[in-house]
Structures are given as C-alpha cells and as structure tokens.
C-alpha cells in the first residue's frame, strides 16, 4: 500500500523528443504527488509537483498529468534538452501527517541525445 | 543561504568502525530527514525529526541513530558499520506552517560511504 512504482527504469530520447515516465500508487489517501530532478554527484531538487484536485499541470516544459481514478500520474518533458539529462524520480505523501513522509519511486535515468 | 550542507562527501569505513555523517541546515526548518539512495532502489526514509528534541524511526532505522539537539543540526550516526550500509546518504529538510499547501523537501549533496 506504501509502494510508488515508476517505469522505465532508463530512457534514452532525441532532441527535441518527449520523454514521458510513469509512476502508479497504491494507498488512496495519498495526496501529493511531487516529481524531483537529480543531476549526478547532487541532491533531488524539486522540480514539480500535483495535488489530485486536477488532472494536469504545466511549469515551462514540464507536465505532469494524473489520473485518480487509475491511480497514476507521468512526467512529460517537451522540446528536451541535453541539458535534461538526469534521474527522475516520482513520490507520494499524504500531507497533514505527523510525519511528513514521502514514499519515492525507483528512479529513471534519463538521456537526451544530442 | 547556504541551504542544506552536508559533510563529510566521500567516506570509506572498515566493518566494525563507527561514524558521524553531519548535517546542517540554516533556512529555519522544523523538519529534517536522513535518506539513503541505493542503486535503483530510490530513497529511503532513515530518521527524521519535527524539530529540536524530537526524532522518530523511518523505514529503514536499524543500524543507525540521530540527536536533533538544534534546529539547525541533525547527524546521522553510524554504530558497527556493515557492508549494507555502503550507500549515498543525503540530509533534507522542510518546513511546514500552519496551513501549508505543500511540503518541500530541500536536499543537501549527499554523502557518498563505502564500508569495506
């Protein structure tokens, strides 16, 4: 019930293309669904994130679009970017809990072409 | 502000050696969290605190232990390393205010540790 499970586990795109990685959830009572960006030898960094009031959200190039109802959500990059290349990785929390706690998927590994 | 820092960056431990992974953040957050990145498998919570005095367990506790003596500090302390302890670990902080909408989490550069 706790898991976030995420796919592909790597994913290699063009310039210009638009990687799209996917994540699913099981526990209902989540209600925040952040996507984080990590760049080698760094920390995650936020980079977006959805409650499930709505079905999409767009900062810049980035989309995340949710469905409630199968429990999933995906990260869509436009027009990518070298400069893209990193591991993404999707998460889940229920806030308001004692603990703040976010569950993380796997990771993706992203590789934008040139 | 420096955000989270996290000292040291690279360690290399023998089985049996104990250590201090530290962390510091300076941007006034109630809560702090210790994460350990292994190869494919995502984060996992460690500890985690909801402010000075206060720490609690996550999903993967054993073998270590945390102090939140500060609110600026939160070390992670490594007791009789083993060979699975070899991960990246890295340090996050938050802050939740009453009516918060979301929770940031903001993560340090992480510590990269070898127990051999």
């Known amino acids: 019930q706790q898991q976030v499970k995420q796919s592909p586990q790597s994913l290699i795109v063009q310039k210009g293309g638009i990687p799209i990685i996917n994540c699913a959830y099981e526990?209902?009572?989540?209600?925040?669904f952040p996507w984080y960006q990590q760049f080698p030898g760094k920390g995650p960094a936020l980079l977006i994130a959805?409650?499930?009031?709505?079905s999409e959200k767009k900062e810049g190039r980035f989309t995340i679009s949710f469905n409630k109802s199968a429990k999933q959500f995906s990260l869509h990059i436009m027009d990518s970017q070298p400069g893209d290349s990193a591991t993404y990785f999707c998460?889940?929390?229920?806030?308001?809990?004692?603990?703040?706690?976010?569950?993380f998927g796997s990771g993706t590994r992203l590789s934008i072409q040139p | 502000n420096a955000g989270v820092t996290q000292t040291p960056k690279f360690r290399i431990l023998k089985i049996g050696q104990s250590m201090t992974l530290q962390c510091t953040q300076d941007?006034?957050?109630?809560?702090m969290y210790w994460y350990r990145q292994d190869p494919g498998m995502g984060l996992k919570l460690i500890y985690y605190?909801?402010?000075?005095?206060?720490?609690d367990k996550g999903e993967v506790p054993n073998g270590y232990n945390v102090s939140r003596s500060t609110t600026e500090d939160f070390p992670l302390r490594l007791e009789l390393a083993a060979p699975s302890q070899t991960s990246v670990y890295f340090c996050?902080?938050?802050?939740?205010?009453?009516?918060?909408?979301?929770?940031?989490?903001?993560f340090g550069p992480g510590t990269r540790l070898t127990v051999l």
């Open positions: 996050a902080s938050s802050y939740r205010g009453l009516g918060a909408v979301t929770d940031t989490q903001y």
């Open positions: 526990n209902t009572a989540f209600d925040y």
């Open positions: 959805i409650r499930p009031d709505v």
């Open positions: 998460a889940a929390s229920k806030r308001g809990s004692n603990a703040s706690k976010i569950i």
């Open positions: 941007m006034n957050h109630n809560y």
């Open positions: 605190s909801v402010g000075a005095g206060i720490t």
